[in-house]
């Protein structure tokens, strides 16, 4: 079945520093893919939408600067959490939108803690 | 974006038991999908079942069915034969015409032996 390998799984980082989450579709061109982000026991939030070869849109609220994606390829969307600060810290979730299956494809997330 | 709405944060059921999950919400489009997801403890999403709105048949997977309600906004999620495996947070959401899910809040299922 279609897969979205995300690395890494879990990541700490000192704050400041920048992390970068990415999201490759094994075996099927994800055109759009699609970042959440996802505290403890709560839903899963939207932050962007990314195409590729084009810009993301961000959801109201969410700092393009701060969070940045790249679309760079069919198979792979990037996530970078730059500066990152303890309040950064989150599970963060890309989703590939799968025409094949007419649905998504989740990744298995990244675990983000800033210190 | 859409609204979603699942009221019961926490359901328990007994193996072999069948349990309902409710989800309501909000739109103004005819035509859009409902799905609704498994989040177990590893927290990798998984799809349970989908539904498109123009089809009036209720989709089934296995012990897995919903009950489509189009003209109420309605959209539960009925588990049959309860298993251990079945523990999870399971997630209504709704897909727009901008191809976006928005999520309900969720709803924790405990499954007791």
């Known amino acids: 079945g279609a897969v979205v390998s995300q690395h890494p799984s879990w990541v700490i980082c000192k704050s400041g520093t920048s992390v970068k989450i990415e999201c490759r579709s094994l075996?099927?061109?994800?055109?759009?893919m699609f970042w959440y982000r996802q505290f403890p026991k709560q839903s899963l939030m939207l932050m962007a939408t990314?195409?590729?070869?084009?810009?993301?849109?961000?959801e109201q609220g969410v700092e393009k600067d701060k969070f940045l994606i790249n679309h760079a390829s069919l198979t792979l969307s990037t996530l970078t959490v730059t500066s990152a600060h303890p309040e950064d810290s989150s599970f963060y979730i890309c989703?590939?939108?799968?025409?094949?299956?007419?649905?998504?494809?989740f990744g298995s997330g990244t675990r983000l803690t800033v210190v | 974006a859409q609204t979603v709405t699942q009221s019961q944060p926490e359901m328990s059921v007994q193996e072999a038991e069948t349990v309902t999950l409710s989800c309501t919400y909000d739109?103004?489009?005819?035509?859009?999908?409902l799905f609704w997801y498994k989040q177990p403890p590893s927290r990798q999403m998984i799809l349970v079942i989908r539904?498109?709105?123009?089809?009036?048949q209720n989709a089934t997977e296995n012990r897995f069915s919903v009950n489509f309600q189009k003209a109420a906004k309605s959209f539960s999620l009925k588990i049959s034969d309860s298993q251990l495996g079945d523990a999870a947070m399971y997630f209504c959401?709704?897909?727009?015409?901008?191809?976006?899910?928005?999520f309900g809040a969720g709803t924790t299922v405990t499954v007791r032996a």
């Open positions: 959401a709704y897909r727009s015409n901008d191809y976006k899910l928005s």
């Open positions: 739109t103004s489009e005819s035509d859009y999908y």
């Open positions: 990314s195409n590729e070869g084009s810009k993301a849109t961000y």
């Open positions: 989703s590939a939108q799968n025409w094949g299956v007419y649905g998504y494809t």
């Open positions: 075996d099927f061109q994800a055109t759009t």
């Open positions: 539904q498109e709105a123009y089809k009036q």
